[in-house]
């Protein structure tokens, strides 16, 4: 057993890893008799779907990329489609209307997540608020204290010191490094969780060099590992249920407890510094100088703020960066709106530094952006919702239980919706209402109802801020005088939607 779970976490192709597993017998009928328990027969009025295999339901039909093969079953079967995966019912919406119906009408019962396994360790769970269960109290607490001292328009305005310093740090970089070839993903990453964990914990975390072998920064390292960790989770325990319990008994080094203790060397002291701080009887909370101090104010435990800190870093700065490199592909392929945004902002701002307020001003930047999220939604499935009593969306019946997907990245790519649907055109919001916000359903980057992203101006924020420093101060060429036009655009599924090739380039001081 423990030789088949280990070919497991290494496969890499998953779909294989599958087929694998379910050859094997004792686990076959583990997943008959769960199959048995939830049979699909006894519920009337599912949304449709296609046929099933007896065990594995639809999971061949929904292989190794979910978001595209569940686009072409939504064309194929309509806009709410039903799908068995091993012992789980999945329901995806791909339509505005459906999308309305999981993320508003029925939001009350369709607002909680299914957790992995390996986040519902009593050490982390109470909180958890990206992978938290259920919109109880605690829940509504963490997205209070974030609201309040991470995203308010007042907090954002006390962090816009410390996101000119980060943007100053990486144009240093950008500029020292001129004709060499740099690793677009890896500058930005590192450059937006610098920002959040000086945020969090007043300084930065990682290094914008990025050595070879013995060299590597261990922390970025360690950061990695755990944002893989947390994708594997998505890939493995999300779309492949059957699989989730090896990640909590199938691999020793693989739990998420095991991960955290990574980032006690980095976080420990700083935590105990404050904590003494924040612990002393002349302590107010206007003395506070970092989230941190907020965090310790709430009496949060060392592993507390492990799971809390991670998931906003997590989903903090791979969103972002995926955003910003999709944006710069794009602009890379189309030079006239390259051209077309360097005008804007050459006119519009006239300061050396580029005033952060301004930009949510600036038309045509917002509409690049806007036309970036719309083809690449930085998570294009939105995260997993569970139903946590039956109700119904679009006349038909989602059980309790049952696992609901909103495939946003479908809904951007749909000809009923968007006219040239696969064309980067900017101008279709130039003159457009449409916003991001989460009320036109047919655009819902961020998601939609109470479970929308909870660090959503914060992100917003910094993909402006990048992309307008990156379009303003540097000429960017592929290496080897490669054609942009000719720009690779294939995609793969992570915690955020990330290209295949990593976008490489060589940057030039304008
Ligand atoms: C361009 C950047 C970003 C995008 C596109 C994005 C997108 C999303 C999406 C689609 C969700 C799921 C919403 C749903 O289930 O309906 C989400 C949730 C979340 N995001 Fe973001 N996000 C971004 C940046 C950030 C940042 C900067 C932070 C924090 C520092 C953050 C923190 C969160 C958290 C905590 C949740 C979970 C909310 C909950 O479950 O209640 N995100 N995000
Ligand atoms: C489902 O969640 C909603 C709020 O998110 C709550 O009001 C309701 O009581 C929950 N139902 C059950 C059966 O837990
Ligand atoms: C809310 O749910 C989480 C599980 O996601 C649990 O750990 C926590 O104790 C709950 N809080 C309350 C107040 O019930
Ligand atoms: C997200 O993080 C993983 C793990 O470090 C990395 O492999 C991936 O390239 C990142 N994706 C983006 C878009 O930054
Ligand atoms: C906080 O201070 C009190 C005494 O003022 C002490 O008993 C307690 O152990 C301290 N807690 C921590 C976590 O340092
Ligand atoms: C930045 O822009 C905003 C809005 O355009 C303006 O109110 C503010 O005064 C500007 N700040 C600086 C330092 O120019
Ligand atoms: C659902 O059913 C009601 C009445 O049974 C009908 O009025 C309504 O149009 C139906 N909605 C959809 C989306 O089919």
Redesign the pocket.
Known sequence: MDMITGTFVKADNILFGSLLFVSTISLLLFIISKTKILSSKSIKNLPPGPPRLPIIGNLHQVGDNPIVSTASLARQYGPLISLRLGQKLLVVASSPEAAMGV?KTQDRFLSS?PVPAAFKHPDYAPHA??W?AE?NQT?KNL?TL?RAH?FSGKALESQSGLRAEKVSQMVDFLRRKQGQVIDVEDVLFTTLYNT?TSIVFGKDMLQLEDGDGNTRDPQKESVRKIIEYGSRVKDFGVFFPMLDRFDLHGTKKGTLKEYAKLFGPYWDGIIEERRAVVNSSTWSSDQAQCFLDRLLENKFTNYQIYQFVM???V???N??T??VVWAMSELLRHNEVKSKLEEELQKEIKLDQINVSQLSELTYLQSCIKET?RLH???PL??P?VANETCEVMNYTIPKNAMVF?N?WAMGRDPKVWHEPLRYMPERFTDSKLDFKGQDFEFI????????????P???K??EYLLATLVREFAWTLPNGDDPSKLDLENKMGLAMKRVYPLKLIFKQK
Not at 445 to 456: D, E, H, K, L, N
């Open positions: 993320l997540r608020l990206l938290a919109c829940w997205r974030c991470l959040l998931e906003l870093f989903a903090g700065s969103t972002t995926s955003a999220y939604p930085s998570v939105l995260l919702r909103v946003v980057p961020f998601g939609s109802g109470r479970r929308i992203c909870a660090g959503m914060s992100g917003i910094s993909v």
